[in-house]
């Protein structure tokens, strides 16, 4: 515990162990989970409490405003790019790159997830468009946010544009450590349906590997290739030896187990502080499913919400990038009510992590999910848009 933050408040975003001066702090994973949380060298903590000045949980619980532009009443957007390519390529309309590219063409730099050699998931930056297919696609892993703190801060203070992308909470915990208005610094904050355990993912790819006898290379999550209503549970897995393979919802256990159990969330995403109307974000960006005001061509539609002032122009100097058409904020609540609400704790989590401590991924999730299990929320609503519209 730092302060008044429980171990089960903590969101793992590192902050903490950014802001102190003594290197008191360390981020640590927990062996039962994966998840990192802050570990306190008791001989070199002075009690400051600096950590607990500036988490972004706490600041949030006590009501104290945590981001730094202008709020406005929400102008929310139906939105997709203009390019086929960028759309296949993304996890739905392809803004996120559409408003990186922006970015990157006036010399900026855009912080988001990407994997490391070992197929890590961690905040990285780039610099370059090429370098952008790095940061497509959502990983649905908690990343790891230890070493882009100072970075960002450090680009912002050079008068480089910069563009965050993360969780709500990592969002706010950039607000955080900043601490003060910088107009050269775009955040963009994804609706969260909870982050999943890095213990989870890594034993998932094991078995992957150990099934193929070769290394996962890359993982698509969301892979449109039997177009985007179909994506939720399509995953394709390259390897290193050329080979690929892509998962369905007979077989994908591991977006089973998340998104039709939340067997591998973290506990603090069932009491999620940054969830509501009042976002933290510049832009707030997801899946538009209910695209009722824009043909869906089942190539993948955003959502995006804008938040603040600060927004506006941005959005408005990249309009030829995009296709987008005006929306009401019920109707982003009605495909993605992760908005307002927390998903819910499973309480089967733990029976999950004792069964994967003895066995396989893919058997402790089919020991607690059968094939008959209800989809989630957000896959219930696919399903009734389309019946919907062949009744139509």
Known sequence: MIGRMSRDDCVGCGLCASVCDRQAITMQPDERTGFLYPFIDESKCTNCKNCQARCPVVVKRNSCELKTQSTISPKCFAVRSVNDETRFASTSGGFFTEIATEILDNGGQ???????????????????????????????????????????KKDIESGNLVLFVGCPCQVAAIYSFLGKNYANLYTIEFICMGVNSPLAYRAWIRELEDALRAKVSNIIFKYKSSGWRQSPFCTRIDF??????????????????????????????????????????????????????????????SVVILSTTHSKPLFESMKHRIECVEIEYSDVIRSNPRMITSVPYNPDQEEFYSLLNTGSFSNAVNSIISNDEPLCDILTDIVLVTEKEEQQ
Not at 116 to 134: E, F, P, T
Not at 253 to 261: E, Q, V
């Open 240 to 301: 290193d030896n050329g080979h690929h393979i892509i998962l369905d919802e007979t077989n994908n256990s591991f977006m089973r187990g998340y998104l039709m159990g939340g067997l591998f969330i973290r506990k603090c995403c069932s009491k999620c502080v940054f969830n509501g109307t009042n976002r933290v974000a510049d832009f707030v960006v997801g899946d538009h499913w209910g695209a009722d005001k824009m043909i869906d061509d089942d190539k993948g539609t």
């Open 110 to 152: 855009v912080y988001g997830v990407g994997y490391s050699n070992g197929m890590g998931v961690l905040h990285m930056h780039i610099d370059n468009a090429a370098d952008l297919k790095i940061l497509q696609k959502s990983k649905y892993v908690q990343s790891d946010m230890r070493n882009v703190y100072a970075n960002i």
